[in-house]
């Protein structure tokens, strides 16, 4: 359902999530991504995160407000950048409609995704 992948030279997350997920599934996922982000070198909350969603189904009702609190979160162990990948018009639709998070972008290819978040890593 989910795999995550540990950039440690660029302080990169690149995830991917695919299926129909359930409540368990985020649950897991998010517990996962919190481990990841603590074997990344730098502070909290200083990452980048790709996230591909090109292979996940529509996000049910049920856990849409899950994901919107996760999304737009700016907590301390949120991603500073986020990019996120859908090709599906329908899950980018939906995810346009919900994502209100300053510092992230909806992209239709990965690599333009990563683009965009390495350039972002310089700024500042």
């Known amino acids: 359902m989910h795999k995550i992948d540990i950039d440690i030279e660029n ?3 690149r995830v991917e999530l695919e299926g129909f997920w359930t409540s368990s599934d985020f649950d897991i996922y998010i517990s996962d991504e919190l481990e ?5 070198r730098c502070p909290p ?4 995160m790709l996230c591909d969603l090109t ?7 049920d856990l849409v407000e899950n994901v919107v609190i996760e999304l737009n979160s700016t907590g301390p162990e949120d ?3 986020i990019a996120i990948v859908c090709k ?6 939906q995810f346009q409609r919900l994502l209100t998070r300053p510092r992230a972008m909806i992209f239709h290819d990965a690599i333009d995704a990563e683009h965009w978040l390495l ?3 310089t700024e500042e």
Do not use: D, M, Y
């Not at 909350?45 to 980048?48: E, F, I, N, S, V």
């Open 88 to 93: 599906s018009a329908l899950l980018k639709l």
């Open 11 to 13: 302080n990169l997350l």
């Open 36 to 40: 990841a982000i603590t074997q990344l």
């Open 119 to 121: 350039s972002r890593s």
């Open 55 to 61: 292979n996940l189904n529509v996000v049910s009702q």
């Open 79 to 81: 991603p500073e950048w």
């Open 45 to 48: 909350g200083k990452h980048l």
